[in-house]
């Protein structure tokens, strides 16, 4: 069955600090890939996400993630983070045409300001 | 303004009583999800409406339903909760099928506690 990893539970980071939030899944075929976040009392939002094209994908707010296909990868990267990039990250990945996506079980980032 | 909506936001129900949690759209988008969701894990997938075609993954337990009256609304019936089920559950919409429309909408979520 498709899976989603994030291999990273909680990260706690200073503000300035890069970032890069790992996310793996098992499927291998077409896929669909997608990072949601989610702030402190809201509801999961769209970051960024990535069907076909370019495997360097920019999303809101300065982050952006790369599909790797050879690591059935796709990581969520910032620069340099602020205290308001506290929030659960979550990947989500599904196959081809079809609606059954699939969620990793986040990662619980902490800025530090 | 809010596209996706969950009443209520927190749901009180005692063991065993039927539960029912709502989400409605002003998206007119033809997919509507119900994800379970339990501290510190993924959202679970339960099922999946593409406009009245229902879709139900092959874990859902027989205490879980769903009903879609229309493109708006779409529920959840839990028959018979347990404590197990107590968990946040997530409303989601997408546009419609196809690679290019999967993209997911989520409502803030209804916590419901089963005491």
């Known amino acids: 069955a498709q899976s989603v990893s994030q291999h990273n539970h909680h990260v706690i980071l200073s503000e300035a600090a890069s970032l890069e939030l790992g996310c793996n899944y098992s499927?291998?075929?077409?896929?669909?890939l997608f990072w949601y976040v989610q702030y402190p009392g809201q509801h999961l939002q769209l970051l960024l996400k990535?069907?076909?094209?370019?495997?360097l994908v920019k999303g809101i707010k300065g982050f952006e993630a790369e599909f790797i296909k050879s690591k059935f990868s796709f990581n969520l990267r910032k620069p340099s983070v602020q205290w308001s990039d506290t929030a659960e990250y979550f990947c989500?990945?599904?196959?081809?045409?079809?609606?059954?996506?699939?969620f990793g079980a986040g990662t619980r980032l902490t800025v530090k300001p | 303004d809010a596209m996706v909506i969950q009443n209520p936001r927190y749901q009180v129900t005692q063991f065993g009583k039927p539960v029912t949690l709502s989400c409605s759209q002003t998206?007119?988008?033809?997919?509507m999800y119900w994800y379970q969701q339990k501290s510190s894990q993924a959202p679970k997938l339960l099922f999946h409406?593409?406009?009245?075609?229902?879709?139900n993954e092959a874990d859902t337990p027989d205490n879980f339903q769903s009903r879609r009256p229309n493109t708006s609304f779409c529920f959840l019936d839990i028959r018979s909760p347990g404590l197990g089920d107590a968990a946040m559950y997530l409303c989601?919409?997408?546009?419609?099928?196809?690679?290019?429309?999967?993209?997911?909408?989520f409502g803030q979520g209804t916590r419901l506690t089963v005491v």
């Open positions: 989601a919409t997408s546009r419609d099928r196809g690679r290019w429309n999967t993209e997911a909408f």
């Open positions: 499927y291998g075929g077409t896929v669909n």
């Open positions: 990535y069907f076909s094209g370019d495997p």
């Open positions: 989500a990945v599904n196959e081809g045409n079809n609606n059954d996506m699939r």
């Open positions: 998206l007119n988008h033809n997919v």
């Open positions: 409406y593409y406009d009245k075609d229902f879709n």
